[in-house]
């Protein structure tokens, strides 16, 4: 997949509110996200991630504001909005190739087509050697790799990623990304990728938005001019993550 800018628009966000009372956590928040892109969120901690999250997947209803895929609205019976979550979600009854397949099974996907789907994919990540065990069999890391893979095999409109990677070591956390941007690349998906780490959002995404402390807002929009792969110790990379991190340290 190219990373130049073009493209038309898949995701639309206009206007998106949230309140808790009179506790405002997303405040009038405006962006688009291009068919095909790879777009970080990051912010403060506390900021409300997770609740834009929430909203974006319709798990949690909007004060105001609407979401639109492809000019329509986000609509969960009609969309495949799929969500990645910071713990790994196995279901421990059943192998790890039933539990990648089980968002197929759930969007009544054909068992023709859900069983290529599944095994083509579990390929490009790895899983093939322990298709036929159990989530109590497999390492943290396979599991979390179950759970990425499940989300992509159903073709999202959007795929929703909160911090997926947040509890792994270092070394396994950029090797999980890099299987990740090859998903993206060979999949041509549209993903939504919120994270805490600076460094991570300038490997992995083609945009970041960086978010405002609450009442929340979107303060900034940085491409990510790199080729792929990206190194970490590349002075342009060092020059983004710095510039990342000073829109989220001073306000």
């Keep these: 997949m190219d990373d130049q800018d073009g493209g038309d628009v898949k995701i639309r966000v206009n206007n998106l509110t949230k309140k808790f ?7 009038n928040i405006n962006f688009t996200i291009k068919r095909g892109e790879f777009l970080a969120i990051v912010g403060p901690t506390g900021c409300g991630k997770t609740t834009f999250l929430n909203c974006l997947s319709k798990l949690m209803p909007a004060t105001d504001g609407e979401i639109l895929i492809d000019g329509e609205e986000a609509n969960p019976r009609k969309h495949n909005l799929a969500f990645v ?13 039933e539990n990648v397949a089980y968002g197929m099974e759930v969007k009544g ?14 390929e490009l990540v790895g899983l093939s050697s322990c298709a036929d065990l159990y989530p109590n069999q497999v390492s943290a890391s396979m599991m979390q790799r179950i759970t ?18 947040g509890q792994l070591d270092v070394k396994l956390r950029f090797y999980l990304e890099d299987e990740l941007i ?15 780490n600076i460094e991570e959002a300038v490997y992995v995404a083609q945009r970041v938005l960086v978010l ?21 110790i590349d002075p342009r990379f060092v020059e983004l993550r710095k510039q990342v991190t000073e829109l989220i340290r001073w306000w």
């Excluded at 979550?85 to 059943?94: D, H, S």
């Design 148 to 165: 990425v893979s499940r989300a992509f095999a159903v073709n999202p409109d959007l795929l929703l990623m909160d911090e997926p990677y």
């Design 21 to 27: 009372g009179d506790l405002t956590v997303l405040n």
């Design 212 to 232: 405002t402390n609450k009442p929340t807002s979107v303060k900034a929009e940085i491409h990510i001019d790199l080729p792929r792969p990206r190194n970490p």
């Design 182 to 196: 090859n998903l993206w690349q060979k999949l041509n998906s549209t993903i939504l990728f919120v994270t805490h």
């Design 85 to 97: 979550f910071q713990e790994p979600t196995c279901l421990p009854w059943r192998t790890v190739r």
């Design 109 to 122: 996907v054909g068992k023709t087509e859900r069983e290529k789907r599944a095994t083509d994919i579990m």
